[in-house]
Structure formats: C-alpha cells, structure tokens
C-alpha cells in the first residue's frame, strides 16, 4: 500500500539563512531553468529515474514523474543575511555565475532582499556585516524570526515554507545541557545563553513554525535531543548536515570502490584551497574545526577499520582547508591516497578536483528543499535518514551510525520513493531471471 501523500498545490517558500554564493547560485540556477536558459544538471529531482520492478519490466519514470514534488514554477524565494546586498547584487559578488546570465536574471533577482540576520561575531569570528537582528534576547530574535517567516509567506501567498541553512560555518561546538530538553532550550534562549548559536535559533524558529529545515553546514544546530524532539512534536522532518559536494564526495566514490575489492589504504592526504567567502570563513581555527569534524568522520565509517584492522587500522587520514582569494568559488581540492594491494606491494592515487563549489551545491539545495517538502506531505517527521545521500555527517537516530556509501545512501533515498508509491523495494538479488 501507498502512503497518502498530500499534492504540492499552490507556492513553496524557500527560505535561507544566508544570501550568498551557494543561494545565489541556486536561486539564479532555479530562475535561468525556468527561463529555458540553462539545464538543472546535478539535480537527482529534475533529471533522475527510478526504476520500478523487474529490470524486464521496462519501467523507468522520472522521479518528478514518480512521486509528486512541487515544480520549479511554483518556488518562491527569500532569506536572511548580515549584508544588505539584495540577491542580484549578493550574486555578483559572488562571482559565481557569468555577468551576462546574471543580466538576464536581474529583474527577479533583485527582488529578493535580506531580512535582518540572527549573528554573533563569537560563532563566525572572521565577517561582520550590518543587516542584522539586535534587539532583545535570543527568544526574542527567534519570535522575530517567526513573525518574518509569517510575513513573507503572507506576502507571497505560500502554501508552505522550508528552510535551508546556506549560512557559513560556525565555531567548533559539543552538545551543552542547554541542548538536552526543550524546556532547557527554551530557557537558554531568554537568558541569551551562549552556547546557543545563531542557526540553533534559526532552526527553533523553523521547527515551531511547523516549517522543515535542513542544514547545509556542519554546525550543532538541529543535531540536539531539544530541536529533534521538538520536530517529531510538531510533525516537521529535517536533515543534515553540511552538504555532499567537492573533496568528501570524491570519497565517498572512491572508497566503498577500495573496500569493496580489499584494498588496503595507509594514507589518505587532503587539502583544498577555496577563495571565497566560506573559504574566509573556514580560515578562523574554530570554524575549520567544525568542518574537520565532518570531513574526518567519512573514510572511518565507510572504510570501517574495526571490521578490517589489517587493510585499514593505521590509515593516516589529513584535511587541511587554505584560504587563496586569487581562486574565489573556483575550489582546488587535492588527494595523495597510498593504497597496497596483494602481499602489500604499495600503490598511489592522485586526484586533482578542479570543481566550482556553489555550482556543486545548487542542485543539492534544490533537491532537498523538494524531497522535504515531499516528506511532510507525506507525513513524514524527524530526521529524514533517506536525505543522507546529500550530507557528509548524515544525521540519524541516537546511537545508529551514519551510512557514508554513497551508493548505499542512493539507494535508500530510491528505495524510499517506491515506499512512498507502493512500489516494491529493490534489492538488485536478481535469482528469479535464473531459476
């Protein structure tokens, strides 16, 4: 049986704590499709399939075909930023997107102007901006937030909202006991306790707004017993975290392919280097510890070297991030892999990825903000473990690790579409084309 899913009539506000290079690119990538000038390449919602039932069987719908997501024409967009920069203006900063395609698009792009921005120099130390929130405590600030989600969903006549944080990286932090109950959070928030971090606050706003949030960084945020239990009370689903786009997800490629045929790996070097502004971000010690986090935690869990001591236990694994403005959103990410194969004959693999960051994230964006919306639809709350196909710290039930295979993780989001549809799950055994 089919789970019943409400249909996506009417408009989808999509909103993002932060205007700049990543929704930008989004939102001027949504706009140039919709305009016929440009595909929606990168995007699993707009170009992917789905195969139902038997490979004899023939039947490969589109996923917008398969399961009803709501359309490109029906997205309407906003969001918060600590500049003042409308999205046009924030775009060509950027510098992302050619000036020309930018030209097209700057009716609509210059209609989307920054609500003022929760911010706290002591979780983003190295920008500063004017466009933000200051009066009040943090209750405050957040029933701001909600009365601004209440407002721009009014004014543009929206059926239903999500959230995507976009914003930059926050600094390094563990679960405090202000995180544990909601009835500690809440507190915390009219005290201005200051363990809570500007996204915690966004992502509270959401959450008791009835609208789904995913978080695009590797900050806490949602990721405590308070938020997440405040999302299965309100029946809101949500995922994360830090978006799936350059250096790990050539890992998550690359190592499920050494571990699926028992090769051995001593050592796996990485460094990036990014010019813009998450890459000025990144440069303060305590946000790169954040993003460290999850750029470390992938290889352990997918190469799992428990299971495997002999091929994995002494891997040597380093992420280094460099700030190089001259390279703006155009991100080197390099990999030295030593890797030793039968009788432990050593080997090397070199990867130079050579990719354009925000390019990588906009159709991720995309498609979580549609596959969320799907979810509530679909009743579905909490943590949205299906989503993990996008995120480098895949956020899940306590105590259950995260799924890094990113062929694993395909298939549990296509498997969950079926499951949406009624449509048999796939396991790919495939004896019955033999008996």
Known sequence: MSIQIAPARGKLGILTPGIGAVSTTFMAGVEAVRKGYGAPVGSLTQLGTVRLGKRTDNRTPLIRDFVPLAGLNQLVFGGWDIFEDNAYEAAVNAGVLEPDLLRKLKPSLRKIQPMKAVFDRNYVKRIDGPNVKTKGSLRDKAEQLIEDMRTFRESNRCDRLVMIWCGSTEVFRRPAKVHQTLTAFEQGLAKNDPDIAPSQVYAYAALQSGVPFANGAPNL?????????????????VCGKDFKTGQTYMKTLLAPGLKARMLGCSGWFSTNILGNRDGEVLDDPGSF???????????????????YPDLYKDLFHSVRINYYPPRGDEKEGWDNIDIFGWLGYPMQIKIDFLCRDSILAAPLVLDLVLFLDLAQRAGMKGVQEWLSFYFKAPMTAPGLYPEHDIFIQLMKLKNTLRWMRGEDLITHLGLEYYD
């Open 221 to 237: 945020t949602h990721d405590i017993p308070a938020l997440l239990a405040l999302a299965r009370d309100r029946n809101v689903p």
């Open 289 to 307: 510890k954040t993003k460290e986090e999850t750029k470390l935690s992938v290889l352990d869990q997918i190469l799992q070297p428990n299971l």
